[in-house]
């Protein structure tokens, strides 16, 4: 079974504090990994994207990847009460198809 | 520009009843994903369209789900004798690379 594993939280950070979100992926053969936020009662907004080991920033997001360790993580820099939402992990596992693979999300919550 | 569309955006149904889903993707964006979401959890492949022609089927749970794009744009989402555990907010995302952009889904109750 191709898994996204993600804790689910919640995670709770001060504002202005980095919060650290977590993913891990059972296909070592995958090669496109995906951030969504997602508020309470909407749908998925893709944050980020990347596809190579490193690091990728946009703004105050950094993706992180470790294929060796199959490993994805999102930094969120100055942290927002407004970045309060769900953060999904997906994992394209068949690059024929594009077929998303999701975690369950981690919650975060920013407190003021 | 315009992001995907879903219609309608709420559905109450009662058991035993056919439904219809609609998406309309991205102008120009040749590929499109149906997934389910069911609360508190990640978002579940259904199926995958490329063009016209269901390029990837194997999220459908069973033969009472069926999904369509005729022209290679719009897609309807069918399901035939609807359960209760078909209720679930059905999300439809459309690419043309890499990256899915999704709609803001249809949420099903089937009572």
């Known amino acids: 079974q191709k898994e996204v594993e993600q804790n689910s939280g919640p995670l709770s950070v001060p504002e202005g504090a980095i919060a650290s979100l977590n993913c891990t992926y059972s296909?070592?053969?995958?090669?496109?990994f995906f951030w969504y936020r997602q508020y309470s009662g909407k749908s998925p907004e893709l944050i980020m994207s990347?596809?190579?080991?490193g690091d990728k920033e946009d703004g105050r997001f950094t993706a992180q990847l470790n294929k060796a360790s199959q490993y994805v993580s999102l930094l969120i820099r100055d942290s927002q009460p407004s970045d309060s939402a769900t953060y999904l992990c997906?994992?394209?596992?068949?690059?024929?198809?594009?077929?998303?693979?999701f975690g369950q999300g981690t919650t975060l919550q920013v407190k003021p | 520009g315009a992001g995907v569309s879903q219609t309608p955006s709420n559905k109450v149904t009662e058991k035993g009843k056919y439904v219809e889903l609609r998406c309309d993707p991205i102008?120009?964006?040749?590929?499109l994903y149906w997934y389910r979401q069911s609360l508190g959890q990640g978002p579940e492949f259904l199926i995958y369209?490329?063009?016209?022609?269901?390029?990837?089927d194997s999220g459908l749970p069973n033969d009472r789900f069926f999904a369509v794009r005729p022209e290679g744009s719009v897609s309807t989402l069918k399901i035939q004798r609807t359960e209760r555990g078909d209720s679930a907010v059905y999300l439809c995302?459309?690419?043309?690379?890499?990256?899915?952009?999704f709609g803001p889904g249809t949420r099903l109750t089937v009572l």
């Open positions: 990347i596809y190579s080991n």
């Open positions: 296909d070592r053969g995958s090669q496109s």
């Open positions: 369209f490329q063009g016209t022609g269901a390029a990837d």
């Open positions: 997906a994992v394209n596992m068949d690059g024929n198809t594009g077929k998303l693979i």
């Open positions: 995302a459309s690419s043309s690379g890499p990256e899915q952009f």
């Open positions: 102008s120009g964006h040749t590929a």
